[in-house]
């Protein structure tokens, strides 16, 4: 009996979790464009080469003087790694199958990819690599949690 409510319970975090991701994703930035100066090299919205945007960030944290760049960028990088980890929790508690890490990651990036094409078609976001490195790099130490925490 109290497997069951864990499941439930587990079902209902995921089930947040997936609303949350829905509106960090695309809602919040239905009608809205963030400022031109910011995104003056993504302006295509589509980075394939990897590592890129990441090295932009990064040179906007260390090397910027204005603290709205420096704020934007550590989010950037913090968030797209941070709201994938419970992702790589949740797939394995949820589905037997995924327990293990190689099945899990290809959900996640398939998960990923499917994200990122949406965004491009949609004009939501920008379509980045970079992104699918850093959200796989999340739910990775998400599963690393749920392998660290696991009774079985």
């Not at 949740?90 to 990036?109: E, I, N, Q």
């Not at 078609?121 to 959200?135: E, K, P, Q, R, Y």
């Amino acid at each position: 009996m109290e497997k069951q409510a864990n499941k439930r319970i587990i079902w209902a975090l995921f089930a947040v979790y997936c609303t949350a991701m829905v509106w960090l994703l695309f809602g919040q930035r239905l009608g809205q464009e963030l400022p031109d100066y910011y995104w003056g090299e993504l302006s295509a919205r589509m980075n394939l080469t990897p590592l890129r945007t990441t090295r932009h960030f990064l040179a906007l944290i260390f090397r910027s003087g204005s603290g709205p760049l420096i704020r934007s960028a550590a989010v950037n990088l913090a968030g797209n790694v941070g709201v994938f980890v419970p992702m790589g929790a949740f797939l394995p508690l949820l589905w037997p199958a995924l327990r293990r890490y190689w099945r899990t990651a290809l959900v996640m990036a398939a998960l990923v990819a499917a994200v990122e094409l949406v965004q491009l078609a949609t004009h939501l976001g920008v379509c980045d690599v970079d992104d699918l490195i850093l959200n796989l790099l999340g739910g990775s130490a998400g599963y690393g949690l749920y392998r660290l925490f696991r009774r079985e």
